[in-house]
């Protein structure tokens, strides 16, 4: 989320840590975690769009959120839908980014990130890990 957030490294654009420190996927698992992520950011997005506050948003289902639309819209939105719809709001955002030079090769990590070991665990995060999973967030957006 850190390093394909639409203003910058922002923990708050899509909280993928509390699906890691609740289990639902290992924070050291590669496979499927942009997967994870988009469906974070794509709630989030939503939620942030409704202006609602943020400290409750990863309380909310897909089935509440498409009640908070249609009842902000009139739109009538299955989980399918409000993908969609959250796939939409966050192209803009990139095609602004896009405009004002922000390419593929900003989405990254500081450097230390891959160099530097944790404390607690003394791992690094390989950029060949980084990479994949960054390739998979654009595959699964449809970005080029």
């Known amino acids: 989320a850190f ?9 708050l654009r899509a909280t993928v840590y509390k699906a890691e420190l609740s289990g639902i996927i290992p924070p050291e698992q590669i496979e499927g975690k942009a997967k994870v992520l988009l469906d974070f950011e794509d709630r989030h997005t ?3 769009s409704l202006i609602l506050c943020r400290f409750f948003r ?3 289902p897909w089935e509440k959120i498409s009640l908070l639309i249609n009842a902000a819209t009139g739109m009538e939105l299955d989980k399918k839908g409000l993908q969609k719809l959250a796939l939409d709001i966050t192209n803009q955002a990139r095609e602004f980014n896009l405009r004002e030079g922000m390419t593929k090769e900003a989405d990254t990590l500081p450097k230390r990130f891959f160099e530097e070991k944790l404390e607690d665990s003394g791992k690094v995060l390989p950029k060949s890990e980084f990479d ?10 449809g970005w080029d």
């Open 132 to 141: 994949k999973m960054l390739s998979d967030y654009y595959r699964l957006k």
């Open 46 to 48: 939503l939620f942030d």
């Open 3 to 11: 390093a394909v957030a639409d203003r910058g490294a922002c923990h």
């Open 58 to 60: 990863d309380l909310y």
